[in-house]
């Protein structure tokens, strides 16, 4: 039958020159658009029989238009493999100007074109490399998404990878390559439920102490000005002089340095800063001995380079330093990010300002309080106890485990008569709800003492049979409307005159 069906979706098969031909509608599987696939086949298999069928024509986007007409469009979504397109894509977001510098305002930062990069190259053109663009089905889409999930990749990491596939045919479709994007974008919200990042491992002090006496001298200053900033690798490793104010103990951090690219730069990830180091003399002592080291200094020469004068790379130091002194150490090991995870950890369990830290490591307090808030001090366990002792001097023993404010013992003395009015009004449907004038006093007063007459028998009654009255109006207070307070109230099926 040269109409068919695949996952509810109708599509036309046929042969042409010997060359099989699947092409796909779209359409669902309904008797009209059954009938409409009927006519339209019906048609070709006439124009075929008759030797005057053009596949251009009727299939414009053919899958097989490019076996028919070498000479198509390249532009065209289905005349190019999803490789040249992929590939032309990612070039035309490319950051970087023709003579390799960074363009101000791009769309991008390298890093992330970069790290884009490696995803199409292992990901994507493995996945989709020859299939025409407009062959890429959801079918296809979903398979894909479960191939990353089965080879172990990480929720968050799936989602990203998914996420630029999104884009890129979403691209297409604003190009008028393809009529709809064939990724479906399936929900984060089980994946922003997550609070804290599972991969943050910071180290001690005192593991920080062993890590400082075991590296090798000319990598300990280095190391010691990280550990008492945060930062990234990228942003430690394109500090330059001429961002130090050594009188006022700043830092402008302006731009990141990316080794692997030939040593390209940027500004930050999260912009440019100004850091006040002030909090540690000793970070400026220390970059004062390394200033006054040097021969001579310029403001765009490099803080920390290797012996021959060769700004570090951070993938180098990880490699090279990092890893074999937390070895010698006895340290386990860990990657070269837990310096920032360290500085963050140690300065919130010390009680530092969230906002502080956030500025400090250029992040935002958002971060700071989704991946790091277990370490907090206020929110571990035993959170509390600071509110308690602050009022520990106006509440007595008794009072502290009551969940509102209590009156004085002096309000409570009285009759008996006049602990159980209260109670007597409520069963009445005579109290008015608290506002904010000055009845709210009294209101107050009138919860507190319900609670004491459900407490106290009254007249020989059980404490908690109700009681009920008629006609009480506390001072202060306004008289409800005659039709409230006239209504007979009941008590266990009886009213008050036929008790």
């Not at 190259?121 to 079918?139: K, N, Q, S, T, Y």
């Not at 990203?160 to 064939?182: M, Q, S």
């Not at 009680?351 to 490591?361: K, L, Q, T």
Request: overall charge positive; proline content about 7%.
């Amino acid at each position: 039958m040269p109409v068919r069906v695949k996952h509810g979706k109708l599509f036309f098969d046929f042969s042409w020159r010997g060359i099989r031909c699947k092409e796909y509608t779209g359409l669902a599987d309904t008797p009209e658009n059954w009938r409409r696939c009927v006519q339209k086949i019906a048609a070709v298999d006439r124009a075929i029989a008759r030797g005057t069928f053009d596949y251009r024509q009727h299939f414009p986007r053919g899958s097989r238009l490019h076996l028919f007409f070498p000479d198509a469009r390249l532009h065209d979504g289905a005349a190019t493999t999803f490789a040249d397109y992929i590939l032309r894509w990612h070039k035309q977001r490319s950051p970087f100007l023709p003579n390799g510098s960074v363009g101000t305002g791009a769309e991008l930062h390298p890093s992330t074109w970069i790290h884009d990069e490696s995803l199409i190259r292992r990901h994507f053109v493995p996945a989709f490399g020859p299939l025409r663009l407009d062959e890429v089905d959801v079918a296809r889409c979903r398979e894909f998404r479960r191939t990353l999930v089965d080879g172990g990749l990480g929720g968050k990491t799936v989602s990203n990878i998914v996420g630029l596939l999104h884009k890129a045919f979403n691209d297409a479709v604003e190009d008028g390559l393809i009529e709809r994007n064939p990724v479906l974008r399936a929900s984060s919200r089980r994946l922003s439920s997550r609070r804290q990042r599972l991969t943050a491992d910071p180290l001690t002090p005192h593991e920080i102490e062993g890590f400082l006496s075991r590296v090798p001298e000319a990598f300990r200053d280095l190391y010691s000005i990280w550990f008492q900033v945060g930062w990234r690798s990228s942003e430690i490793v394109a500090l330059r002089f001429g961002w130090l104010d050594f009188n006022r103990q700043t830092i402008v951090l302006q731009r990141a340095r990316i080794p692997r690219w030939g040593g390209v730069e940027a500004e930050p990830k999260t912009g440019r800063r100004l850091v006040d180091c002030s909090y540690a003399p000793e970070i400026f002592r220390v970059l004062a001995q390394i200033r006054n080291s040097r021969a001579h200094v310029a403001g765009e020469d490099f803080v920390f380079v290797n012996s021959d004068e060769v700004p570090l790379s951070q993938e180098w130091l990880n490699k090279r330093i990092w890893k074999p002194t937390l070895r010698r150490a006895g340290i386990r090991e860990r990657g070269q990010y837990c310096i920032r995870d360290t500085f963050i950890t140690l300065s919130l369990s010390a009680g530092e300002d969230p906002g502080w830290v956030a500025r400090v490591c250029g992040t935002s307090e958002q971060m700071i309080f989704r991946h790091y808030r277990s370490w907090i001090p206020g929110l571990q366990t035993g959170a509390g106890n600071k509110i308690t002792a602050a009022l520990s001097s106006v509440l007595k023993p008794q009072d502290r485990g009551l969940p509102s404010p209590k009156p004085s013992p002096a309000s409570e003395e009285g009759t008996e008569t006049q602990q159980s009015q209260p109670l007597r009004m409520v069963e009445a449907g005579g109290i008015e709800p608290p506002s904010e004038d000055l009845q709210t006093t009294a209101t107050t007063r009138l919860v507190r003492d319900l609670e004491l007459a459900r407490r106290t028998p009254t007249n020989g009654l059980p404490a908690s049979q109700p009681i009920v009255i008629s006609g009480y109006r506390p001072i202060g207070e306004r008289r409800l409307p005659s039709p409230l307070n006239d209504v007979p109230t009941r008590c266990h099926g009886r009213t008050a005159a036929e008790r």
